[in-house]
């Protein structure tokens, strides 16, 4: 039987309720911002939207990736008031991509740890394209599940289709997710 990412989702761990779940995006956005420019990305989230990890928001020139991808942390305290903005716990980096979310890093690839939606898929395809122009030096990808790597993929030679079709194949195939 094939799994879709709603069967996966309700299985990811940290057993976040749905309202949970829309917290922690609504705080992710807040507290990075949003960006169509790949090369200051940090995560691509389920519904399409590209987190900025420019630090713009701490007063860098917002021109490079600044981020570390383990800052997810950071969206629930509010470091210039030293005050807690949110009553969930938060979420450290293997969950946020159990929760649905790309890691990214460009030009070189990217995490994933759920299968992608269909507005992450769009987004992910222009990624590999840009990634394909901008890089010569091979791309990859790795499925992790709580943090584990389960699978790795690495590519001499950047195709979106092919590499599109193998992620999807991964989860179409897997059994024991």
């Known amino acids: 039987m094939i799994k879709k990412?709603?069967?996966f989702i309700e299985e990811s761990y940290g057993n976040r309720?749905?309202?949970e779940i829309s917290e922690i995006d609504?705080?992710?956005?807040?507290?990075?911002?949003?960006t169509r420019n790949f090369k200051i990305g940090g995560y691509v989230m389920r519904d399409g939207t590209i987190l900025d990890f420019s630090e713009s928001n701490m007063g860098s020139d917002g021109l490079d990736r600044y981020a570390d991808h383990r800052y997810i942390n950071r969206i629930v305290f509010d470091y210039d008031?030293?005050?807690i903005i949110s009553d969930i716990e938060e979420p450290?980096?293997?969950e946020f991509m159990d929760l649905g979310n790309i890691r990214i890093n460009y030009p070189s690839?990217?995490?994933?740890?759920q299968p992608m939606t269909p507005e992450q898929e769009k987004v992910m395809r222009r990624y590999i394209q840009e990634c394909a122009r901008v890089s010569r030096n091979g791309?990859?990808?790795t499925i992790f599940k709580e943090?584990?790597?389960?699978?790795y993929f690495d590519y001499d030679k950047i195709y979106s289709d092919i590499i599109l079709r193998d992620i999807n194949n991964y989860f179409d195939n897997v059994s024991n997710w």
């Open 17 to 19: 309720t749905k309202d």
């Open 5 to 7: 990412f709603n069967e």
């Open 147 to 151: 943090g584990k790597t389960q699978e």
């Open 139 to 141: 791309f990859y990808v």
């Open 109 to 113: 690839g990217f995490d994933l740890a």
């Open 26 to 34: 609504r705080l992710a956005i807040k507290y990075f911002g949003t």
């Open 92 to 94: 450290d980096i293997w």
């Open 81 to 83: 008031n030293d005050t």
